[in-house]
Nanobody
Framework: QVQLVESGGGLMQAGGSLRLSCATSGLTFSTYAMGWFRQAPGKEREFVAAITVGGVTTYYADSVKARFTISRDNAKNTVYLQMNSLKPEDTAVYYC???????????????????WGQGTPVTVSS
C-alpha cells in the first residue's frame, strides 16, 4: 500500500521559515517525480514545487520562487519543502504527491500525479 505522509506544518509569523517533509512508503521512491501543492480555504489546489526523479530539475510556482526550495533524499524515501520568508498568503494545507511519469512541465498539473498525501496545514500570521 502506497503511503505519503506529510509533516512539519504549523503556525508561523510572517517572515519565518518552516520545513515540510513527506515520507513515502510502498513505492519505489527513486523512480517517482515528486511535487508539492497547496490549497487555501475557498480556493482551488495550486502547484507549489516539483522535483524530478534524480533531483536534477526543479520547478516552482512564480509565487514561491526564490523563497521555497524543494529537495529529495532517495535514501530516506522523503521529499522536503523548505519555506523561507513566509507570507500570510502562503497559508494553506500543503500536500505532497508522487508521479511515475517522465517529469517535465506536466509536473505542474495536479491530475498528472498518481498518489497523494493527506496534507499538513500551514498558517502564517501577519
Amino acid at each position: 500500500q502506497v503511503q505519503l505522509v506529510e509533516s512539519g506544518g504549523g503556525l508561523m509569523q510572517a517572515g519565518g521559515s518552516l520545513r515540510l517533509s513527506c515520507a513515502t512508503s510502498g513505492l519505489t521512491f527513486s523512480t517517482y517525480a515528486m511535487g508539492w501543492f497547496r490549497q487555501a480555504p475557498g480556493k482551488e489546489r495550486e502547484f507549489v514545487a516539483a522535483i524530478t526523479v534524480g533531483g536534477v530539475t526543479t520547478y516552482y510556482a512564480d509565487s514561491v520562487k526564490a523563497r521555497f526550495t524543494i529537495s529529495r533524499d532517495n535514501a530516506k524515501n522523503t521529499v522536503y519543502l523548505q519555506m523561507n520568508s513566509l507570507k500570510p498568503e502562503d497559508t494553506a494545507v500543503y500536500y505532497c504527491a508522487a508521479d511515475r511519469g517522465w517529469g517535465g512541465e506536466r509536473l505542474r498539473r495536479a491530475y498528472e500525479y498518481d498518489y497523494w498525501g493527506q496534507g499538513t496545514p500551514v498558517t502564517v500570521s501577519s
